[in-house]
């Protein structure tokens, strides 16, 4: 005990002699005597907000989530969101997906907000994300909590809080409710006087509402009408998603839609994957099972809060082939804009947004298209921000995040995977009465515009002492930058968190026109581009690969696609 640092016991000790609970109390005091590495992890940071919100590891202390951090959490938000809005009714709306805890979660916000006078808008039953999102615009709050950890593990749970917008919050906000936090030094300082008579239940015939929303989204109804007994598999991995899906694939005219039964019940332990993350392949086993039973065209998956979505389709040899966020992007991107000029809707006032870590194949895209294309930093809230400043201005189209994130339209202000789904079953439908499948539209796109090809590495860092070494290999990526990767010469590095763009060919530094963040992205001789960035939700480091080449005859996509995937393996080589 005497190894741990003052300042993390003086920390564990508040809470004991603090207003918790019994149960609580004693976790502690365990902690001090039997585990002060976990006690230390437990207590030597508070969880901030980052790209997703507040989110960690469910336990007791300060750096996890428990009904006091929640409710810390939440009287800070309170106390913000009385001083932007003074004398005005100040409205929240509140939902969860299936994780263990989120009814508590959930509904201890609630309390924290009534007990200061706030009036909660509380879905009956839980919901996805978008959902969310878009009720927050729709019952004019003021701001929005989703209690979720999206894709992560079952130990985890998550706050993710909404500004008025329906988007997650961004600078000043998120920063400002932070400090709000900072301030209450006590669970004293916490108002957890409830008021169920400031609770307003959404019930489930606002379902139908959003979902006229997305049925307004589809551009093939002759299409889909052609196309409506193609058989399509769809599971939501035991999350929140269950009934939003197949209720948008039915409502676009999708009639021959098979949920996996084994992961339809919302289940927080998600007893039939190892992740809840549809960007696994594992995850989608019992998916692609069904898939080939039923003779699926396309198999799809959400993540247990519904904002991520994943789609696998057969490919030329019959067998399921999981295509990755940015190959459904470029697909969605495509079909967008291709139809947008089809009827004759392009007219110099819509634009799209893409992340510094997707393909630069969307900024292509768009750019052969003559619509703007902005890049913004990882995070959809950065997304949603873009869209908030051309509101009545400029038209969005679409836009997403290669970690499966996409939105068309603009009446959710976050991803959406029930619309994306919808949107994926329409493109293949679309495509399939023109007589192509989905790589011999892609091998069509590449030909006319270089054929990308992307990679990922997640190194997970645990607790204090992961997070410090994340932090040194950052700090030497800027002191000692690599000259060359997988035998092409580095040519440019673009420095975000100090908004430096460097030529080193020329030597020449320029200022890089956005917000400042962690990260670091080094462009290589032969086209390549490699980007560094320490995820702001979960303890863990992410380097995102790139490479490029022309595709000349659409025959060639396999011959091409494996020249690309030897070159990516090469970098995962060099970074592993």
């Not at 902690?31 to 507040?54: K, R, W």
Request: hydrophobic share 40%; with cysteine.
């Amino acid at each position: 005990m005497s190894s741990i640092d003052p300042a993390i016991l003086a920390k564990a000790q508040s809470w004991l002699d603090g207003n918790v609970d019994a149960n609580t109390k004693a976790s502690i005091q365990k902690l001090i005597a039997e585990n002060p590495t976990e006690l230390v992890d437990s207590f030597y940071q508070d969880l901030e907000f980052g790209t997703g919100g507040l989110r960690g590891l469910m336990g007791v202390g300060t750096n996890r989530m428990n009904v006091y951090t929640v409710g810390m959490a939440t009287q800070g938000l309170a106390n913000y969101l009385l001083k932007c809005f003074p004398g005005e009714e100040i409205k929240v709306a509140i939902t969860h997906d299936s994780r263990i805890n989120n009814t508590l979660f959930a509904k201890t916000t609630a309390d924290v907000l009534t007990a200061n006078g706030i009036k909660v808008m509380y879905f009956r039953e839980m919901r996805p994300t978008p959902m969310l999102s878009f009720a927050v615009r729709y019952f004019g709050c003021k701001s929005g909590v989703m209690i979720t950890a999206s894709h992560n593990p079952k130990e985890y749970n998550g706050y993710k809080a909404y500004w008025e917008d329906g988007a997650q919050v961004v600078a000043p906000h998120d920063s400002n409710i932070i400090k709000e936090v900072q301030k209450i030094t006590s669970f004293d300082h916490v108002n957890w006087d409830k008021n169920d008579n400031l609770i307003q239940y959404i019930e489930s015939d606002f379902d139908q509402i959003y979902l006229e929303k997305v049925k307004g989204l589809s551009l093939a109804k002759s299409e889909i009408h052609a196309q409506k007994s193609m058989p399509i598999v769809f599971s939501p991995i035991h999350g929140a998603s269950g009934k939003m899906v197949p209720a948008a694939l039915k409502a676009f005219g999708f009639e021959n839609v098979h949920v996996v039964k084994e992961q339809i019940e919302p289940d927080g332990t998600f007893p039939t994957v190892i992740y809840p993350n549809p960007e696994e392949a594992e995850a989608l086993t019992l998916s692609v099972e069904l898939g080939k039973r039923v003779g699926a065209e396309l198999v799809l998956a959400c993540d247990p809060d519904g904002d991520r979505y994943a789609a696998v389709v057969p490919n030329e040899k019959g067998e399921f082939e999981l295509l990755n966020g940015n190959q459904t992007g470029v697909l969605l991107s495509y079909y967008l804009l291709s139809r947008w000029k089809e009827a004759g809707k392009l007219d110099g006032k819509q634009f799209m947004v893409n992340t510094i870590v997707t393909t630069e194949l969307i900024n292509e895209l768009a750019a052969g298209f003559g619509v703007k294309c902005f890049n913004v930093l990882t995070g959809f809230k950065n997304i949603a921000a873009i869209i908030r400043e051309l509101e009545g201005k400029e038209t969005f189209i679409g836009g997403g995040e290669e970690s499966y994130g996409y939105l068309v339209g603009d009446f959710v202000r976050d991803k959406d995977g029930v619309s994306a789904c919808a949107m994926v079953a329409e493109v293949i439908a679309y495509y399939k009465t023109k007589g192509k499948n989905v790589f011999e539209v892609l091998a069509d796109i590449y030909s006319q515009f270089g054929f990308y090809k992307e990679s990922l590495i997640s190194v997970t860092k645990k607790g204090k002492d992961g997070a410090e070494q994340i932090q040194k290999l950052m700090a030497d990526f800027r002191t000692n930058p690599p000259t060359e990767m997988n035998g092409s010469k580095v040519v440019k590095i673009i420095d975000v968190k100090s908004s430096t763009v460097t030529d080193l060919l020329s030597g020449k530094t320029e200022k890089l026109e956005m917000d400042k963040s962690n990260v670091m992205q080094f462009y290589l001789e032969d086209g390549s581009k490699i980007s560094a960035r320490p995820s702001g939700t979960e303890p863990k480091i992410k380097y995102y690969f790139s490479v490029n080449a022309p595709l000349k005859d659409p025959k060639d996509y396999r011959k091409v696609e494996a020249e690309l995937v030897e070159k990516l393996e090469g970098l995962r080589a060099y970074f592993s």
